[in-house]
């Protein structure tokens, strides 16, 4: 009985070998984890606190995209864009989220565009395009992060 138990003491030990796998190494691991991630979607879009209330994900993208387009156009039409360019129904907003809730508005115009003075638009509309309610960052895997998207603004409500 004795060499018995010697016998698979020793059989417990060797076989330990067979079990070994190798083990990636943390830069594949690493590399694995971010070709996962879809970086072209964030987890969580940015949003308003008017926006927060409502469950699904899709819908509080909508209510976050409605409101700012809302108070772009709002503070927009107070303006005398309409009157200098009345040929100008849409512009181009390029909205820039930064982590720490900071805003930032950039007007976009076609390559060909010659018509429009687009210094005098850009400071319009910085001038115009402040005091904005507190924006929450979008969020991926837990971090802010920043986002961008274009918005067309309507100029004229008729």
Do not use: H
């Amino acid at each position: 009985m004795k060499y018995y138990s010697l016998f698979l003491v020793i059989l417990c030990f060797n076989s330990c070998q067979y079990f070994d796998k190798p083990v990636p190494s943390e830069k594949e691991l690493l590399q694995k984890e971010l070709k996962s991630i879809n970086w072209k979607e964030v987890d969580e879009y940015p949003s308003f606190v008017d926006c927060n209330k409502i469950e699904g994900k899709t819908e509080r993208q909508q209510c976050f995209f409605q409101f700012l387009t809302e108070l772009i156009q709002e503070k927009i039409r107070i303006d005398t864009l309409g009157t200098l360019y009345p040929e100008l129904d849409t512009i181009q907003v390029k909205v820039t989220i930064f982590p720490n809730s900071r805003i930032q508005f950039e007007p976009l115009f076609p390559k060909d565009s010659v018509a429009y003075d687009r210094v005098k638009i850009d400071s319009i509309l910085r001038k115009r395009l402040v005091g904005f309610p507190k924006v929450s960052p979008a969020i991926k895997r837990g971090i802010p992060v920043k986002t961008q998207f274009v918005l067309p603004v309507i100029l004229k409500m008729e």
